[in-house]
T-cell receptor
Framework: AQSVTQPDIHITVSEGASLELRCNYSYGATPYLFWYVQSPGQGLQLLLKYFSGDTLVQGIKGFEAEFKRSQSSFNLRKPSVHWSDAAEYFC??????????FGKGTKLSVIP | NAGVTQTPKFQVLKTGQSMTLQCAQD?????MSWYRQDPGMGLRLIHYSVGAGITDQGEVPNGYNVSRSTTEDFPLRLLSAAPSQTSVYFC????????????FGEGSWLTVV
């Protein structure tokens, strides 16, 4: 069975600092990979996705992620965090877009 | 273009009652899925469909039923609600012909007492 691991349950960063959220997946082939963000009581917003091609993916809100096959990782990065980035972040993978396995999420807190 | 529409948004059920969460999409997507979200667990796949008339189980299918009689609709049925089914439910749709971008509904908050 596929699995997605987000090792950090909660991360706190200062506004303006850089951010990296970790995600490791287990899947034999190259899976479909996604990062979503969710604010409390809200739905999911897609930040970026990777299916194939260039391993560095640019997303919305200044986020990027890098696919590293050798490490089975798809870490999310942002060079300078804004207070509005405080939310919960989910990594997901799947053999297809209809059958995703999600990580348990990383909650991001931002100190002004 | 409404995207993915879920109803109801909020529901309180008594243990043992049955109900159906509705999901409809107007994008002619072949793929549709149901997930549940519980605190600290992320989203978990309940059932999915790759086309009208085709459904399959996900990670947590027990206690739920689905059918896909049309491309547009993918209802999720709770046969006999249990407190363990208290959760937030998300419906999603996507299409290989549309870049596999996944569209999620706004969620349905279900409480079973």
């Amino acid at each position: 069975a596929q699995s997605v691991t987000q090792p950090d349950i909660h991360i706190t960063v200062s506004e303006g600092a850089s951010l990296e959220l970790r995600c490791n997946y287990s899947y034999g082939a190259t899976p479909y990979l996604f990062w979503y963000v969710q604010s409390p009581g809200q739905g999911l917003q897609l930040l970026l996705k990777y299916f194939s091609g260039d391993t560095l993916v640019q997303g919305i809100k200044g986020f990027e992620a890098e696919f590293k096959r050798s490490q089975s990782s798809f870490n999310l990065r942002k060079p300078s965090v804004h207070w509005s980035d405080a939310a919960e972040y989910f990594c997901a993978s799947g053999a297809g877009s209809y059958q995703l396995t999600f990580g348990k999420g990383t909650k991001l807190s931002v100190i002004p | 273009n409404a995207g993915v529409t879920q109803t109801p948004k909020f529901q309180v059920l008594k243990t043992g009652q049955s109900m159906t969460l509705q999901c409809a999409q107007d994008m002619n997507h072949e793929y549709m899925s149901w997930y549940r979200q519980d605190p600290g667990m992320g989203l978990r796949l309940i059932h999915y469909s790759v086309g009208a008339g085709i459904t399959d189980q996900g990670e947590v299918p027990n206690g739920y039923n689905v059918s896909r009689s049309t491309t547009e609709d993918f209802p999720l049925r709770l046969l006999s609600a249990a407190p363990s089914q208290t959760s937030v439910y998300f419906c999603a749709s996507s299409s290989s012909l549309a870049g596999n971008t996944i569209y999620f509904g706004e969620g349905s908050w279900l409480t079973v007492v």
